[in-house]
């Protein structure tokens, strides 16, 4: 017979690895790809709880569940949902910021890796800037909140309200595409009561 020899590290790994598993079945939604027509438009709702349009600047109005920025959030059972999803943003951008900052700051990097690392770390920079941006002016349009995640070429706009009239969405839309500089059919607005 074999003795299995078990560590601390392994321990933990094996912990954690059942724990996700258990909170991504717990979690799991189960209406993957479900699609949704409403006249003149072709609305899309994936399990994340995004809704894109295709072809169009509109968001389905009544949709408003969605999960965090990494999957770790739930807006339907949290009542500080912006609070968290800004706190998770900011943790997984700031593990990303110093992974970067070694790599810049490391003897034996390449002159090339750094200079894509201070890239990226200028992309960082400048998304950030934009969503706060973008956050505060969708504050100022008269939303009492709101969370934006600017990506390279897709934003995702998070604002909250019980419903989103379809011109709501477009205004919205056409207001972070100008911001931004991302398509309109490349934002992703969610409404989140």
Known sequence: MKAVIINKKMLSLISLSVIAIAVLFLCWSGNLGEKTTVPGLQVSRPAAGEVRINGSDAVLPEWGGVSGITGKLNAKE??????EYRLEKERTRGQRVEWLREVINNANSAGETRQKA????MSISSSMEKEVEMENLIKAKGFSDAAVLVGDRIVTVIVEAASLATDEAVRLADMVSKGTGVEDNNIVIINKP
Do not use: G, K, T
């Not at 949290?78 to 609070?83: G, H, K, L, R």
């Not at 201070?118 to 770390?121: A, D, R, S, V």
């Open 118 to 121: 201070q890239e990226n770390l």
């Open 78 to 83: 949290s009542p500080d949902f912006f609070v």
